[in-house]
C-alpha cells in the first residue's frame, strides 16, 4: 500500500479549537480505516503542529483523505508520497 507523509499546521480557527484536536485526530483516524487506511498521527514541536502517515490503498483515496481534512478549516497540510527502502530500490535499479 502506497504510504503518505502528512505534516500539518493549525489554521487560526485550528488553534481557537485546539481542544477538540484530538477528537478530530481521531475522527480522521476512523475516516481512513473506513476507507481502507490506516492513519498515525503525532503531534510535534517546530514548523509543524502535527506528522501523520496515512498508508492508503491508492492515490486516489490519500488525495480525497487531505481534501476532506483541509475543508473543514482547522488544518493546512503539505503531503508527501513515501516509498519503502524495497519500492525504491526497484526504481533506483532501474536508473541508467
Not at 509543524?48 to 481534501?67: C, K, N, Q
Amino acid at each position: 500500500m502506497p504510504a503518505f507523509v502528512i505534516l500539518g499546521k493549525w489554521t487560526e480557527q485550528g488553534i481557537r479549537n485546539v481542544r477538540d484536536a484530538p477528537k478530530r485526530a481521531e475522527d480522521a483516524r476512523k475516516w481512513a480505516e473506513q476507507h481502507g487506511s490506516k492513519l498515525w498521527t503525532w503531534y510535534t514541536l517546530g514548523e509543524y503542529d502535527f506528522v501523520s502517515v496515512l498508508d492508503a490503498p491508492d492515490d486516489e483515496t490519500a488525495f480525497e483523505f487531505a481534501l476532506n481534512m483541509s475543508k473543514m478549516g482547522n488544518v493546512k497540510t503539505k503531503t508527501l508520497k513515501a516509498w519503502s527502502s524495497q519500492d525504491a530500490a526497484k526504481v533506483i535499479g532501474k536508473v541508467a
